[in-house]
């Protein structure tokens, strides 16, 4: 126990003291959004809202994040990564306390629109951060240290705001998110202040190259989004699936979802540590991935037995620990080529578009078409998705992209 216990900390070596700055700081942010989880919830239940008029105003919620994912990039390249992610933590916490005093649909909507706008700006900005602070050879594994923090924050998060809810309200729940995040900007202040903090990958592109015309980039992106509508299955129609045709308790669907993050707190790190050493591409890694994940859904029409769904969350969970990392440090690698900043606002916007599709998606068909069906069709959008990071591998290796001049400082 003692060397296997060693061996999972030295999966952590070597990461700098910005990047774990970064994750803290990104741990405190995911874990102080626990009001997003009880939004509909509040709707309902508070406001008395219909689920249709719900659906509206989530809408507004999924507009805002991509336009505050575009945003965040453009000034991000404009002004530093730096000042966006202060200010959109800062102004986030700001509107999440604004937010319990609307009332009325249209007041509602323009709320929680302006509030993602504001908050999403935060994605591609620390994406920018964590690789100017990350060596090359260890952007995989920082990407998996921000990741855990957002899993650790997401995991945490839900948890505490039910017992806010219990003993204060829901009132109660939007101070406590909007002081969180205003912790989590005094914190960024004050420990990666550009003043104080040691860059260790910057670069300057003379000739950016437009993100726009990178057709590598873009192949990427509509795979990224079809394994995005895949993925989310397992947070709207799956819950549903476990309860209707498994009968699964409430309780043992919060064991069987949380074993998720459990999984990828366990294993992520020294798994990717150890495809890092291995020969295989990126590109090969993701389409591994998505073929996991699309196998954890086909095989729930194989047999009836509730075994079967252990099985496939665990399949989703290391397709989802191969592909997320390698998908982020392969968006990373190709933003070197233009700025920074717009290349990872569009990587955001994949999976804002998704999280805008995937869960309508889901319910439609699981509506119309039942749960079997439903899984087919899902799986074969996670075919279509391995199909395209196919020809993304065959034009990498075919194909170089226009060179841009870079300046390594």
Not at 35 to 44: E, G, K, Q, R
Not at 71 to 82: H, S
Request: proline share 3%.
């Amino acid at each position: 126990m003692k060397r296997l216990l060693t061996l999972y900390l030295n999966t952590f070596k070597g990461l700098s003291r910005e990047v774990w700055w970064l994750a803290l700081i990104t741990l405190i942010n995911r874990a102080g959004t626990m009001v997003i989880p009880f939004l509909s919830l509040y709707l309902t239940e508070d406001l008395s809202f219909s689920t249709s008029t719900v659906g509206s105003i989530m809408t507004a919620f999924g507009l805002g994040s991509v336009v505050g994912s575009w945003l965040g990039g453009k000034l991000t390249d404009k002004i530093g990564y730096y000042k966006i992610m202060v200010f959109s933590l800062f102004v986030s916490g700001l509107l999440f306390i604004y937010l319990q005093y609307l009332k009325t649909v249209i007041s509602l909507s323009i709320g929680i629109f302006v509030l993602m706008l504001v908050a999403d700006m935060f994605r591609p900005a620390m994406f920018v951060a964590l690789s100017a602070y990350s060596k090359p050879e260890n952007k995989t594994r920082s990407v998996t240290l921000i990741r855990l923090a957002i899993n650790l924050g997401f995991s945490a998060g839900p948890a505490v705001g039910g017992l806010i809810i219990a003993g204060l309200g829901y009132n109660g729940l939007f101070w406590v998110d909007g002081i969180t995040c205003i912790l989590a900007t005094l914190l960024l202040i004050q420990l990666l202040n550009p003043k104080k903090s040691k860059v260790l990958d910057e670069v300057k592109v003379e000739e950016p190259y437009s993100a726009y015309k990178d057709k590598a980039f873009i192949i990427f992106l509509f795979a990224l989004f079809l394994f995005g509508v895949m993925f989310l299955q397992y947070f709207s129609t799956m819950p549903i699936y476990y309860r209707d045709s498994h009968f699964l308790t409430e309780p043992e669907i919060g064991l069987l979802l949380g074993a998720n993050g459990f999984f990828i707190f366990l294993l992520e790190m020294p798994l990717i540590k150890w495809l890092e050493t291995t020969r295989f591409k990126k590109t090969s890694l993701i389409l591994f991935g998505a073929f996991l994940t699309s196998l954890s859904l086909l095989i729930l029409n194989f047999t009836t037995w509730t075994g079967i769904l252990i099985i496939g969350m665990f399949l989703m969970t290391v397709g989802e620990m191969i592909a997320f990392p390698f998908a982020n440090a392969f968006a990373l690698q190709q933003a070197k080529k233009g700025n920074q900043g717009e290349y990872m606002a569009l990587y955001s916007i994949a999976f804002s578009f998704a999280h805008i599709f995937g869960h309508k998606l889901g319910l439609e068909s699981v509506s119309n078409y039942g749960f079997d069906n439903t899984w087919y069709i899902f799986t074969l959008v996670g075919v279509a998705c391995m199909f395209l990071l196919f020809i993304l591998k065959t034009f990498m290796s075919s194909t170089k992209n226009k060179p841009a001049v870079i300046k390594h400082y």
